[in-house]
């Protein structure tokens, strides 16, 4: 005879292996930047500014968990999502904290002060004016990222890239900044530069993953292209 207490203990026992593999901010960091784009473990341990030997056992957890896979690339392993429906996990656990979590909001506010917050924006009045040419539309993510998608009619412009092509901008139009979504930090500092030299630069809230969430279009580099750049 079948038992039913067990068979829910082990359907409820595979379901929590998805909530101990992210019961970790740094494992919930490390999800979010790869929702941008694939990344080595040393990439990964420089961006989380962990050393690599914590990175790498973090990424392990969350292999186990198959919530991520790996790509040999040369003498490095680079690390991916397993499936879309990752990234969809990801930003329905960020929504639910945002909406039961207060302290989610004070700790943004406080660190995105005035003058300094991002507008969010009609998104097809926003494609609309970047097709037309009316804004400058401005990925300020690294180059790897941008490549594996992007804003349509988006520039690739790394941060710290900025202060070399800063002559490439017309003063009469608006630049709008993005990065990795509302808490990505790059897009700030690009704005922050951009204002303190006189341009027209706001912080746009969303970044690629809020953009497909909408059902809208993004953007890739085929390899040729990536070639070329």
């Not at 992210?22 to 990439?43: G, Y």
């Not at 050393?51 to 040999?72: D, F, G, I, P, Y």
Request: hydrophobic content about 40%.
């Amino acid at each position: 005879m079948r038992d039913p207490r067990r068979f829910k203990d082990q359907l409820y026992e595979q379901f929590a292996r998805i909530g101990k593999a992210v019961a970790s901010p740094r494992r919930l960091e490390i999800l979010d930047l790869l929702c941008q784009s694939e990344k080595s473990v040393e990439e990964l341990a420089h961006l989380t500014r962990l050393n690599v030997k914590n990175a790498s056992a973090h990424l392990r957890v969350l292999r186990w968990s198959r919530l991520v896979e790996t790509r040999r690339a040369g003498k490095f392993v680079n690390y991916r999502l397993a499936d879309e429906a990752v990234a969809r996990y990801w930003l329905a656990t960020r929504s639910l904290a945002e909406r039961r979590l207060g302290e989610i909001k004070q700790t943004a506010t406080a660190y995105f002060v005035e003058p300094m917050p991002a507008q969010r924006v009609d998104r097809r009045t926003l494609l609309e004016r970047a097709r037309r040419g009316n804004l400058i539309l401005l990925d300020v993510r690294p180059a790897n990222e941008y490549a594996a998608a992007h804003l349509p009619h988006a520039r690739s412009l790394p941060v710290a890239e900025l202060k070399r092509n800063l002559t490439t901008f017309p003063r009469d139009k608006e630049i709008f900044a993005y990065c990795r979504g509302p808490y990505c930090v790059l897009s700030l500092e690009a704005v922050k530069f951009l204002r303190r030299r006189g341009y027209r630069a706001i912080r746009l809230d969303d970044g690629v993953l809020e953009w497909q969430e909408a059902g809208l279009p993004i953007e890739r580099l085929h390899k040729r292209e990536m070639k070329a750049s």
